[in-house]
């Protein structure tokens, strides 16, 4: 059973930085995407950024230049350092992993996929 636990967020001014973490668990190796996304409203969830099992990365262009999604393989981590945040930034963020070969532009414009795993999402705020 994956899990997958966020941490790091909170409030933020606008100009601030702040960094979410992802602690994995219950993953046995194989192809896969890991990655983030944001819930806008009750029914929109956007694709922020990912990384595939071969390190190849993604950042959707409205993150590009502020966001960076890197990963810890030997601690099982995934983090995503917010920089130069703004008010539009501000949502609940999801980790997720797709265990299955990915593309992570794909994933990530998809909204993931009906068999992806999600964590329980963590809140960030940005202020003006």
């Known amino acids: 059973q994956v899990r997958l636990v966020e941490s790091g967020g909170g409030s933020v001014q606008a100009g601030g930085s702040l960094r979410l973490s992802c602690a994995a668990s219950?993953?046995?190796?194989?192809?896969?995407?890991v990655g983030w996304f944001r819930q806008v409203s009750w029914s929109l969830r956007e694709g922020v950024a990912a990384?595939?099992?071969?390190?190849?990365?993604t950042v959707e262009d409205a993150f590009q230049g502020r966001f960076t999604i890197s990963r810890d393989n030997a601690e099982g981590t995934l983090y995503l350092q917010m920089n130069n945040l703004k008010p539009e930034d501000t949502g609940m963020y999801f980790c997720?992993?797709?265990?299955?070969?990915?593309?992570?532009?794909?994933?990530?414009?998809?909204?993931?996929?009906?068999?992806?795993?999600w964590g329980q999402g963590i809140q960030v705020t940005v202020s003006s």
């Open positions: 997720a992993a797709e265990l299955d070969t990915c593309r992570p532009s794909r994933w990530l414009m998809w909204s993931g996929f009906s068999t992806t795993h």
């Open positions: 219950g993953y046995t190796g194989g192809s896969y995407c």
């Open positions: 990384i595939g099992s071969d390190g190849s990365t």
